[in-house]
DNA sequence: AATAATTTTTAGATTTGTCTAAATATTTAG
DNA sequence: CTAAATATTTAGACAAATCTAAAAATTATT
């Protein structure tokens, strides 16, 4: 089934903040695809009469498992041509969403298997995200953020939860991305702040705000 | 400025149109993009107001330099993308060209440089059809099609002029494709007709209706 | 439990792109 | 040069996606 490219960026978001929250209501999903509730109200009826989320009026709602499947298609989508734009032209991993946002809305289905395999047929994207494979099943990593982390083991920065702007400048700052090897030296009582430290780079210090959404394997 | 898809798809449409034709009327166009002429009267007007048509009620109508420049960046972008296609993700050329016509309409300035960097800055699409430059710039081979060509003489095929699915589909029947060195043995005044030969294949005669859509340079 | 605050939905518009049917203009032919 | 044929435009509708403002329902607070 073809869905519009509205649908599509409504589908997906409901699908990041459903596992990301409890509950998904109306306001939440406006603020996600940067709308009014009243505009959400319309596009949930539209979505149930396709059998794509469960809706009652007034009741928070979920993907249906059509949903979740169609979610899990467009996410591959995205994920897939980040990882080309930066494996293959060379982009940073700052700059890639916004066109990937564009990009995952191109409806051949050939295109995307074909595209896969010439990427090699990756399980993550440049964000340290899974990308489902064409069956819509993910890899998922064991991994746990910088406040988990045991002290003084080697880890390896896999994936970043807040990906706006702002947490990416400052990573590229820190001279952090996907596979950067770190030790958490200490941890302060006092503001929840650690102390990394990197190969060739003096130990630096990480607010408790930015240590939560750095996440790594050990 | 940005355009709408629909926008992009109209400037796209006059201006091929307009190499191949005269004057440019609004039933001609509305069978190329594929609606009714009264869309197309619409549309138009919303052109004109963006000043990218010349316009007067009634009278046929030509692009604006604006549009000229506009149809330029859409036809680099959608060749590009069908070079990928090709090169890269290994499809056939008759297999390309919808979804191209997507891609063509992603946004992104910077993703068009690089790509036309990955690519080796192609001068040619799998078609045969040249590839604008950033500037707008096309080269333009000198070629002839087979009615045209000259008779005994080696000619290499540099492209096709109706590239729909039912030529390129016997193009491939034939195993003719950009590239092929032929020559013409003979030319049949009863029908235009043409005989040609090429490498390790026996003589095949093509209808005029065929040979006057395949160009060769010499 | 009643009231206040918040959330969600409805009502009514707007924009973009399309359509059909009817009106109007242009072109072609007798 | 008129009449018929053809092309183009207008008028009026519709679907998709959005908005604001108002109404209705839910949730929180005294
Ligand atoms: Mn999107
Ligand atoms: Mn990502
Ligand atoms: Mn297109
Ligand atoms: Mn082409």
Redesign the interface.
């Known amino acids: 089934m073809k869905f519009t490219e509205a649908e599509e960026n409504y589908i997906k978001s409901i699908y990041h903040l459903q596992i990301t929250h409890e509950k998904v209501s109306a306001t939440l999903l406006s603020a996600a695809v940067n709308t009014r509730a009243a505009s959400v109200t319309d596009m949930l009826k539209k979505l149930q009469l396709k059998k794509l989320v469960n809706y009652k009026p007034y009741q928070s709602f979920t993907l249906t498992d059509k949903g979740v499947k169609t979610a899990l298609e467009i996410i591959r989508k995205h994920r897939l041509w980040e990882f080309f734009?930066v494996s293959?032209?060379?982009?940073n991993w700052d700059?890639v969403h916004?066109?990937a946002e564009?990009?995952e809305h191109?409806?051949?289905k050939?295109?995307i298997t074909?595209?896969d395999n010439?990427l090699g047929n990756p399980s993550f994207d440049p964000h340290g995200d899974p990308i489902p494979d064409k069956n819509g099943r993910i890899k998922q990593l064991k991994q746990k953020n910088l406040i988990e982390t045991p002290l003084k083991k080697m880890a390896t920065v896999s994936s970043i939860r807040d990906q706006s702007n702002e947490m990416l400048e400052l990573l590229k700052h820190y001279n952090i991305s996907i596979g950067t090897r770190l030790r958490i030296n200490k941890r302060f009582e006092f503001d929840g702040s650690v102390e990394i430290k990197m190969e060739k780079v003096p130990a630096a210090i990480l607010s408790e705000q930015v240590a939560k959404n750095i996440f790594c394997t050990i």
């Open positions: 734009l293959k032209l060379g982009f700059e916004d066109i564009e990009l191109i409806s051949s050939e295109l074909r595209l010439y």
